[in-house]
């Protein structure tokens, strides 16, 4: 059922509407408009003759790119007014539902309402077309309140339907999706996505792409030799160890602390929030009983520690998990109240009541568990909705002066400390060939190129992977590449015509540009819309060609 609006009379509205109710009274019509979150007074008119002809007057008032309400007196009584709500098809939707919901306040606030009335067209605001309604309502017989009211109300959802062939979010609203919206659903369906998340934009009425999130990549990380060896003494017959504690460091796992078990299970797992702390991550392994495979382990991810060491944590539990090869159950910490035998129990309750699950649904819930709470919410453009990471105020500015076509190459950054995409150069002109790109570290490029085979520039999205960069760096440009190309598409008007990722030198070459302008125009001439593009072929290296944007 729809809620109502909280809208309600001004000042103004409520003195009318006792003048009007009063005896002596000669108003035929008022007309009430939303304005401003009230119900605010328009054209009111007094009976000029008979009720026909006042009744068929009302044409004058409205308008077709606007609703209204129009109380209309049906005799002299006080209490036989006509409450007509105006929404015709031309409106807008949101408009439409606003004044639906708003119709029961507008009517108790009155009070002297006996009829209502829907007007979707000029023809039904005639006196002939209000006697068909109420012809209509004494052949299906006398309705409550509730039930004119819901007939009138699946009447409108009804008739505001608009056939299409794109596909739509609702059969009663229906705001199509944005081409953007709709290629990354395609690519969720397809399993190439995690995580999608749609808004809605009021001025275009569309349901639009706000971020996206590629499937998490293992990070390559695994344990030291150090770790290797302890696992194997951890596993043995006989061994006494309750916990060991290990985290990541110079992308390796690396053993720490290491207890036996020194009084009951409960009391030796609340012993664990001395191994811990605020500012950093770890795994736990804690073991359950004497089994050797009856481990659990358990990721230690608070909410203060920075979010690429939390992304860090959560990409290496499953190598972590198959290294030592003895876990039964694994277990989330985000807060020290979490790291309780208490808690550990009503975990294991929650699991019971929704029922068993597989190894990759508990790790699904878990990543998205912890999607869900890294979230940080800003006004400001971010590149994802789990990285949250903005763009500062020169590369913004940068990237507006690319779109706008003043530069022809803008790099940018990841600064890990300040969690930022940062501005790194930028050219007003320059070749593929003197594109500069380090050796050491991941990068993104926006390029425009300008192909002898086309009669305007091509904007090109350039990830350089960068094979000798460190894992977390990796982790970062990956995790940030899809929402900062839908940010750049909404926030920055930047048509990207092509989208790759390139892990050497050799393919920026103005050639390789112009040769893959040309795979990219055959196939999305040749290929159906949106559909899963296939990599180049050739030999010029690990890449991937994606066709990015509207074409």
Request: proline share 4%.
């Amino acid at each position: 059922m729809p809620q109502e609006t909280g809208i309600a009379p001004n000042s103004q509205l409520r003195e009318t509407f006792s003048q009007i109710a009063s005896t002596g009274d000669k108003t035929r019509v008022l007309q009430v408009m939303i304005e401003n979150e009230e119900l605010v007074p328009k054209e009111r008119f007094e009976a000029t003759g008979s009720i026909e002809e006042d009744f068929n007057k009302m044409k004058t008032l409205v308008s077709t790119d606007s609703g209204c309400y129009l109380l209309f007196r049906l005799t002299d009584s006080n209490d036989s007014w006509l409450l007509i709500t105006v929404s015709f098809d031309t409106i807008p939707v949101r408009h439409k539902m606003l004044y639906s919901s708003t119709k029961a306040p507008m009517k108790r606030s009155f009070g002297h309402v006996s009829d209502t009335y829907l007007v979707s067209d000029f023809d039904e605001l005639t006196w002939k077309s209000y006697q068909s309604h109420i012809k209509r309502d004494d052949e299906t017989g006398p309705m409550t309140v509730q039930e004119q009211e819901l007939a009138e109300i699946r009447f409108e959802e009804k008739r505001i339907t608009q056939g299409t062939d794109r596909f739509h979010t609702s059969s009663t609203l229906s705001f199509p999706c944005s081409d953007e919206a709709e290629e990354h659903i395609i690519r969720f369906g397809q399993g190439e996505l995690q995580m999608v998340e749609l808004d809605i934009d009021g001025d275009s009425e569309k349901i639009i792409l706000k971020s996206s999130l590629e499937m998490p990549q293992e990070t390559g990380i695994a344990p030291n030799s150090q770790l290797r060896e302890t696992f194997s003494q951890i596993a043995s017959t006989g061994d006494k160890t309750r916990v060991l504690q290990v985290m990541i460091e110079n992308e390796e796992l690396v053993p720490k602390e290491r207890f036996e078990a020194t009084g009951s299970i409960e009391e030796d797992f609340n012993k664990m929030k001395t191994l811990v702390s605020t500012d950093s991550g770890c795994y736990l392994l804690f073991r359950l009983t004497d089994s050797n495979d009856s481990w659990l382990l358990i990721t230690v991810s608070f909410d203060t520690i920075p979010v690429r060491h939390k992304m860090l944590y959560s990409s290496t539990k499953a190598p972590m998990k198959r290294s030592f090869g003895h876990v039964s159950d694994t277990y989330l910490v985000s807060d020290f109240d979490e790291l309780t035998w208490k808690s550990y129990q009503s975990h294991i309750k929650r699991d019971d009541e929704t029922g068993p699950m597989t190894v990759q649904e508990q790790e699904l819930a878990e990543i998205r568990f912890e999607e869900k709470r890294i979230t940080q919410g800003t006004d400001r453009f971010h590149t994802s909705s789990t990285l949250s990471f903005p763009c500062s105020d020169e590369a913004e500015e940068h990237i507006i002066r690319f779109g706008q076509g003043e530069l022809q190459m803008v790099e940018l950054d990841i600064d890990g400390d300040s969690e930022k995409i940062i501005l790194k150069s930028s050219l007003e002109s320059v070749t593929p060939e003197d594109v500069p790109i380090a050796t050491d570290r991941p990068a993104y490029f926006l390029y425009r190129h300008h192909a002898k085979s086309r009669d305007s520039p091509s904007v090109i999205f350039i990830h350089v992977l960068c094979s000798h960069a460190n894992v977390k760096m990796k982790m970062l440009f990956s995790s940030c590449k899809a929402a900062l190309l839908s940010g750049m598409t909404s926030h920055f008007a930047v048509d990207r015509k092509l989208e790759w990722d390139v892990s050497d030198r050799g393919n920026f070459a103005t050639e390789v540009f112009d040769d893959e302008l040309k795979v990219f125009t055959s196939e999305s001439h040749s290929k159906p819309r949106f559909a899963k593009p296939q990599g180049p072929k050739g030999a010029r290296g690990d890449r991937r060609l994606i066709k990015g944007g509207q074409s």
